[in-house]
């Protein structure tokens, strides 16, 4: 049965659906686009690597970088690549990898109903044989190599490294060169099997879209196919310590600019919902009350020329894991290191953000949001984040609207705490020398 979910704040409308055979259908028509954007995606990202596999008893750890092998694998068929067939129906596709989903989609002006049917079909038709995945490894190797020589993504992964002992989180999505000759089709079958059950995914279309006719499509298309029955997936993880693995570390790369980037760890996770929304808006607000372009910290830094145009913030949370990240290519580590880190202890031992910050910082952060609501794009990728961790991605505003400092607080206490930090350094090769 069709459920129909109005946010009169927004002005949106949404509408879903749980088919028999588990999957998740959700459409947000967008009046006045002529664009669609649709998205089929599992919740199955690098961090699942230790889990039961269906059918069977008993934990099986899979090989580093499988889930991001799988996609890859996933468009190339017997009868040739899928690529193709989307490009010849006018529609653009893509795929990414996460640590915690998969997402296929495509986007287009016409034959949105051929697309989705093209889309839904070579998801949900695994064809795996040793010789193409022996070809694959070449391939992806080379990915994995071609990404060790960008500094931005190895400072990135290296951060995360850093801060996570245990957590499968602190590996690159994509695995080693390394490990993933270990992969065997065998593997991409089980994996396949286990986290590509409909019931394990939500099928999601924004824009130029007719609710009634797209989830008639998709359950007609459901109707024809045959599933097992929906089974829970259990996955199993490490315990993981508050503490950073490693305080810092640094590595020397041929770039004209050291790069300096803080990792704080969160030590909170087990959570989902309202309650995770809570804390993701409250960890966001008040990086952006401590470091924005607005604050005594950016005003300083940029004067003194510790930052420039590449300094960023962000902030992660998923159901396990949670952390924050900051940092800019810069001629003053040691410098900018020491700015950042007072910011963060004044925090901690003398909080002193005002309902005046948070009302500034709220305003604009509803702002961003509503204009973003005009990007199908931005949609459907923040909407399984949202959908997969038991929030809804329109809640955002309400929850925005009744942020308080003390929730501000009690967020920046969880992921600003002694020894919850490292810093990673990238130099130029010469200065090694």
């Known amino acids: 049965m069709m ?22 259908v959700y459409v947000l028509p967008k009046n006045g686009f002529s664009k669609t954007y649709v998205t089929f995606t599992t919740k199955y990202g690098s961090v699942d690597r230790t889990f039961i596999p269906r059918g069977g008893s008993d934990f099986v750890t899979v090989p580093d970088g499988i889930a991001h092998f799988l996609e890859h694998k996933m468009f190339e068929k017997e009868e040739g690549d899928v ?26 002006t016409a034959n949105l109903y051929k697309n989705t049917k093209t889309l839904l079909d070579f998801v949900q038709q695994p064809y795996f044989t040793e010789k193409t995945v022996e070809k694959e490894k070449g391939i992806i190797a080379q990915e994995i190599t071609m990404y060790d020589d960008q500094a ?9 490294a850093n801060l996570f002992k245990n957590h499968p989180v602190r590996i690159d999505i994509a695995g080693t060169v390394e490990t993933i000759q270990d992969i065997t089709a065998e593997h991409l079958y089980e994996c396949y099997g286990t986290f590509y059950h409909p019931s394990n995914m939500v099928f999601f279309a924004v824009g130029n879209v007719d609710p009634d006719e797209m989830l008639e499509f998709v359950k007609k298309d459901q109707q024809a196919k045959t599933f097992e029955a929906p089974e829970p997936v259990e996955r199993s993880f490490p315990e993981e310590p508050d503490q950073a693995a ?9 770039v004209t600019k050291p790069k300096l980037m803080i990792g704080t760890k969160c030590r909170n996770t087990d959570m989902s919902g309202k309650e995770m929304l809570i804390r993701e808006l409250a960890s966001d607000v008040t990086l952006d009350i401590l470091f924005g372009r607005s604050s005594e910290f950016y005003t300083e830094a940029y004067n003194r020329g510790l930052i420039d145009e590449s300094f960023s913030y962000e902030f992660n949370l998923e159901n396990g894991f949670g952390f924050a990240a900051i940092g800019s290519d810069t001629d003053h580590p040691e410098e900018l290191e020491k700015l950042i880190l007072s910011v963060f202890d004044e925090a901690r031992d003398r909080w002193s953000i005002t309902g005046d910050q948070l009302e500034r910082i709220r305003k604009k952060r509803i702002g961003l949001f509503m204009r973003a609501l005009n990007s199908p794009e931005y949609i459907a990728n923040q909407f399984t984040h949202y959908n997969f961790n038991d929030m ?4 955002v505003v309400p929850v925005l609207e009744q942020l308080t400092t003390a929730q501000l607080q009690e967020a920046f206490r969880d992921f600003y705490y002694e020894g919850g930090q490292t810093v990673m350094t990238i130099r130029p090769t010469e200065q090694g020398k």
């Open 3 to 24: 459920n129909k979910i109005h946010f009169e704040q927004l002005q949106e409308t949404l509408y879903h659906e749980t088919l028999e055979n588990g999957l998740n």
């Open 83 to 108: 690529f193709q067939e989307f490009s010849e129906n006018a529609a653009a596709a893509n795929a990414f990898t996460s640590f915690t989903r998969t997402s296929y989609l495509f986007s287009s």
């Open 152 to 160: 931005d993504w190895r400072q990135y992964f290296g951060t995360i």
């Open 246 to 254: 490693e305080p810092r570390s640094e590595l020397f790369m041929d």
């Open 392 to 395: 809804n991605l329109f809640d």
